[in-house]
């Protein structure tokens, strides 16, 4: 027995030395030029754009999502697109804007339907990536459900480091790359891309989780005492995958409904036919994202 | 609570500790310990179908109990069914509620009489149907005195849901196993590691080699009416190396994680995709659920003893009954009836059992009619897959039809991820693997332990780099779901 265990020990031991070496490599060319790295600008328009603003939260939504230039025509608002990747969990995402908010603030949230389901929302290998290669700031703000979410994401962290991908790409023309935003965090970069064909969305399967919906509501608490505005919207997703999740996103609703939150429009509102998608169930092609964006701006309108 | 998870990734070391460290020296707390991790491993999927465990397992020990003091025929016949009627009840309601009554309606329908009734949101218990047939299989032996009833409850609580095997088997005898909670269990170096090589393995055919099928199998059969018959092929080929390295991967791992808790149990699975025929493939494939319908469905219907009639009879319920336990649907028991078919020349020629041995024994290549008949033997079972994988009968039929057309002949296409070159070599180095070791009990039970440490060592280190570079969206078992 003691054989076996000293084994498994010095096996494993060993195998934890090589773990952590990878982790601690250097940061990869691809981590370096892929567009998680643009949360630095990203933070740099949230301290430095003046008010009035606009401020939209979510994930990959919004990047691939907005045309904040409409906005700021038609709302005399200057926008800052945060939207980055869902994987980074809404509660991190909510969590990070907290320190720039300024009095008069109009806030937009667009989360990602997964975000309301099992532990999404705290996050995982796109917030493991941030924090490792972008951020590592971020890992003193962590709570203890986000670091518990973390732990399976180290291994997806740790192979980063050893794939030829990482090292060897077409930076030119990755479409995830952060050369893809414009001045407000758009990215336009997929603007007069084709579209591609892709498979719509597995159904939700985990169990709802209510304490987003608080968490939600106390982050719209905390703007109101800062003298900011909370918006609530639906993200853009293709309608063949609302139809798949139906269930689910209705129950979303219903919660979101329950709340005193302030809310735009209607799941259906902002689903879009593939004719208007981009690559993926949540990414629009340059016509839906102009769909999309008047919408939300005359929901918006008729709150102002 | 899946073996390629974190959960059990944690729940495995501390069920070891506390077994081996903590209550080693009395048998009765470590059988105990095996009951309650048990249910907590099973229970972390769903706690309310604990019950259902916990009944059946007092039914059979009752009535293995009752049986053995009844000399009366009549009683020792209504104790056996009842054990038949609870535990199959139990599984014809989770399971086949909702397909009789579809069918029902569908029937009356037909016949002009539509009716409308209720169907029932039922969720299917995971593994009912693995650990409904290892209870069954204890009552029927002690019925037939084959076996002595235990009136050790921990023992008979632990054989029926042992963790390791509970939710997708190997479906074990009562004659294999019970015996094992009997005895005292001594920590054994060799069976330790040689369980953790086998962990590893079965690790690296879900994760690795089934996961990443799984993907372009879904793609493919999901959007089937899109595609080629080449890429259609591709599909199925996906598909059947997605089913072999989920199923086998799975016994793989319940049998290595048995053998460190110093348990033996059977060979699941052994290399049935280096069969010469179809008969051989069965005795190959889910071994332990053939055995059993061989066992108690086959020979009690007269096996192969009487007529022509009586065989082909015997061998299509046999194999019709086998697809209905896999699920239910109508694909399902066209998949039986088509490896009925498949089956039946063999054995009335009488040449069902011609390949006993191991193919090419003690050679590093087959000759080239064991390589035409392995080949045949592998498009045939590829063929049925269709059956098995597809949504309904009918989606099989224009999925097949699509096959046998002229697009057979055009380039496969279809969205590939970026991994997918390296995927094909690991597959490649996969089946080199699987044939290296097919004497063995699995591939890599010898592979590599005469080498030197460290170039052993490195062998599992590529295997876990692997693992992790090319795991596959994490997929459940695909049969849990039976």
Avoid at chain 1, 15 to 41: D, E, H, W
Avoid at chain 1, 42 to 62: E, M, T, Y
Avoid at chain 2, 63 to 89: A, H, M, P, Y
């Amino acid at each position: 027995m003691r054989r076996f265990f000293k084994q498994i020990f010095v096996f494993f031991g060993l195998f934890g030395l090589i773990f952590l070496v990878g982790i601690f490599l250097p940061v990869t060319p691809g981590a370096r030029s892929n567009m998680l790295s643009y949360k630095v600008q990203k933070d740099s328009l949230l301290q430095n754009v003046a008010s009035p603003r606009i401020i939209f939260i979510g994930g990959s939504n919004l990047v691939f999502g907005l045309n904040s230039q409409i906005i700021k025509d038609s709302l005399q608002l200057n926008p800052i697109n945060n939207g980055l990747a869902a994987s980074m969990g809404l509660v991190y995402m909510m969590d990070d804007v907290l320190p720039y908010i300024k009095k008069g603030d109009y806030v937009v949230l667009a989360p990602e339907y997964q975000n309301f389901y099992g532990s999404f929302a705290y996050g995982g290998n796109d917030l493991l990536r941030l924090l490792m290669d972008v951020q590592r700031s971020g890992f003193y703000n962590l709570r203890k459900e986000q670091w518990r979410n973390l732990i399976k994401s180290w291994p997806t962290y740790f192979m980063t480091k050893f794939r030829y991908r990482s090292y060897f790409f077409d930076s030119e023309n990755d479409i995830y790359g952060k050369h893809i935003f414009n001045e407000y965090g758009d990215s336009n970069f997929h603007w007069n891309r084709e579209s591609n064909e892709f498979p719509p969305l597995y159904p939700i399967k985990d169990s709802f989780n209510y304490a987003i919906i608080r968490e939600i509501t106390d982050f719209n608490t905390k703007l109101n005492e800062m003298g900011a505005i909370l918006m609530i919207t639906y993200p853009a997703l293709q309608e063949a995958s609302l139809e798949i999740n139906a269930v689910q996103v209705s129950k979303i609703q219903e919660e979101l409904e329950k709340t005193d939150l302030i809310i735009l429009g209607t799941p259906q509102r902002y689903s879009f036919p593939d004719s208007l998608m981009f690559e993926q169930a949540y990414h629009l092609s340059k016509q839906g994202v102009d769909k999309r964006t008047k919408r939300l701006i005359e929901d918006i309108s008729t709150l102002k | 609570m899946l073996f390629n998870s974190l959960d059990f990734a944690i729940f495995l070391p501390i069920v070891f500790i506390l077994y081996w460290f903590v209550i080693n020296k009395k048998l009765r707390l470590q059988n105990l310990l095996i009951v309650v991790s048990s249910y907590v491993f099973y229970g972390w999927w769903d706690w309310r179908f604990l019950s259902l465990i916990l009944f059946s397992t007092l039914v059979d020990y009752t009535v293995g109990l009752r049986l053995s003091k009844e000399e009366n025929d009549t009683k020792r016949q209504f104790l056996l069914w009842t054990s038949i009627v609870v535990n199959l009840g139990f599984l014809g309601f989770f399971k086949y509620y909702n397909f009789f009554l579809d069918n029902f309606v569908m029937a009356f329908s037909f016949f002009g009489h539509p009716i409308n009734p209720q169907g029932l949101n039922i969720i299917l218990p995971v593994g009912i149907s693995f650990y409904t047939f290892q209870t069954l299989s204890y009552t029927i032996d002690v019925y037939k005195k084959k076996l002595e009833p235990t009136n050790n409850f921990i023992a008979f609580a632990s054989f029926v849901s042992f963790f390791p095997q509970l939710v997708a088997g190997p479906i074990e005898r009562a004659t294999n196993l019970l015996p094992q909670f009997y005895k005292k269990r001594v920590f054994n170096y060799n069976r330790a590691v040689d369980g953790l090589r086998q962990i590893l393995w079965g690790m690296f055919k879900k994760v690795v080699i089934a996961d990443n099928a799984a993907e372009y199998a879904n793609l493919i059969f999901n959007n089937s009416d899109d595609y080629s018959g080449s890429t259609l092929t591709l599909g199925a080929l996906f598909f059947a190396f997605q089913i072999y390295g989920d199923f086998s991967g799975y016994s793989d791992i319940a049998i290595g994680t048995s053998r460190l808790f110093g348990f033996n149990l059977k060979q699941n699975f052994a290399f049935p995709y280096f069969s010469r025929d179809i008969a051989e493939f069965w005795r190959r494939w889910h071994i332990s659920l053939s055995t059993w319908f061989r066992d108690y469905l086959y020979i009690p219907l007269g096996g192969s003893r009487g007529g022509t009639w009586m065989k082909v009879r015997n061998t299509f319920i046999i194999f019709i009954v086998s697809g209905f336990w896999h699920g239910a649907n109508w694909t399902f028991i066209v998949w039986g009836a088509l490896n009925a078919i498949y089956f039946l020349p063999l054995l009335l020629l009488k040449r069902n059992r011609q390949n006993l041995g191991v193919v090419a024994e003690g050679k590093y290549l087959p000759s080239l009619r064991e390589f035409f008949n392995m080949t045949t033997t592998f498009a045939l079972t590829l063929l049925a897959w269709v059956f098995f994988r597809s949504d309904n009968v009918g989606h099989a039929f224009r999925y097949l039809n699509e096959i046998f057309s002229s697009s057979l002949f055009t380039m496969p296409q279809f969205e590939v991820k970026d991994d997918f070159m390296i995927f094909n070599i690991v597959i490649l180095f996969f089946v080199l693997i699987e044939w290296l070791g097919r004497e063995d009990q699995f591939a890599i039970e010898k592979l590599g332990t005469k080498w030197r440490k460290p170039f052993r060592w490195i062998f599992y280190y590529a295997i876990i780099m692997v693992l992790f570079y090319l795991r596959g969206k994490q997929q459940e078992f695909i049969y849990f779901q039976f």
